[in-house]
T-cell receptor
Framework: GENVEQHPSTLSVQEGDSAVIKCTYS??????FPWYKQELGKGPQLIID?????GEKKDQRIAVTLNKTAKHFSLHITETQPEDSAVYFC?????????????FGQGTILTVHP | NAGVTQTPKFRILKIGQSMTLQCTQD?????MYWYRQDPGMGLKLIYY???????DKGEVPNGYNVSRSTTEDFPLRLELAAPSQTSVYFC?????????????FGNGTRLTVT
């Protein structure tokens, strides 16, 4: 089945700096890669996603890049703010007969210091 | 819309007790899921359902049961609670199973088994 590895497990930055979180996946048939943000005491919430027919997608201060050849994708947050502090999860769908079910990475705790 | 609602928010069980975690959604989504979240492990899929009357096992189904008698409700049953089931449980729903259907999560149930 699909295996998703996420790094780093914790990331600490100063307000205004950029943050980058990286994920690798194993299933070459995967074609959907969402990112979720989880605030304390809440469930994960989708912040951005990318499909395999594009290499990069941006939404204001966040962007995601995808390298299908190397099977890795990354989340980039620019001009970080304290409210960006949260746990971030990457995920990939499983291709073939398991199409659609998501496998999640281990999560990254992002702390933005004012 | 309330989205995905989970009850209870917290629960402490003794070993061997049973309980049902409730989940309901008001978005008329066909697909519903149960995930468990353990520290540093991301989210693991327990069971999922593609519609009323249809359920299937995910990655970690042992020790759990589900039912889906209506589109709105997807309860998770623990029959003989074990310490290994101490976790945070998230219910989610989606319109479809493909890459155009993001997951909508509830706020979780924190379960401790002692």
């Amino acid at each position: 089945g699909e295996n998703v590895e996420q790094h780093p497990s914790t990331l600490s930055v100063q307000e205004g700096d950029s943050a980058v979180i990286k994920c690798t996946y194993s299933d070459s048939a995967s074609n959907y890669f969402p990112w979720y943000k989880q605030e304390l005491g809440k469930g994960p919430q989708l912040i951005i996603d990318i499909r395999s027919n594009v290499g990069e997608k941006k939404d204001q201060r966040i962007a995601v890049t995808l390298n299908k050849t190397a099977k890795h994708f990354s989340l980039h947050i620019t001009e970080t703010q304290p409210e960006d502090s949260a746990v971030y999860f990457c995920a990939a769908n499983a291709g073939g007969t398991s199409y659609g079910k998501l496998t999640f990475g281990q999560g990254t705790i992002l702390t933005v210091h004012p | 819309n309330a989205g995905v609602t989970q009850t209870p928010k917290f629960r402490i069980l003794k070993i061997g007790q049973s309980m049902t975690l409730q989940c309901t959604q008001d978005m008329n989504h066909n697909y519903m899921y149960w995930y468990r979240q353990d520290p540093g492990m991301g989210l693991k899929l327990i069971y999922y359902s593609v519609g009323a009357g249809i359920t299937d096992k995910g990655e970690v189904p042992n020790g759990y049961n589900v039912s889906r008698s209506t589109t709105e409700d997807f309860p998770l049953r623990l029959e003989l609670a074990a310490p290994s089931q101490t976790s945070v449980y998230f219910c989610a729903s989606s319109r479809g199973l493909g890459n155009n259907s993001p997951l909508h999560f509830g706020n979780g149930t924190r379960l401790t088994v002692t």
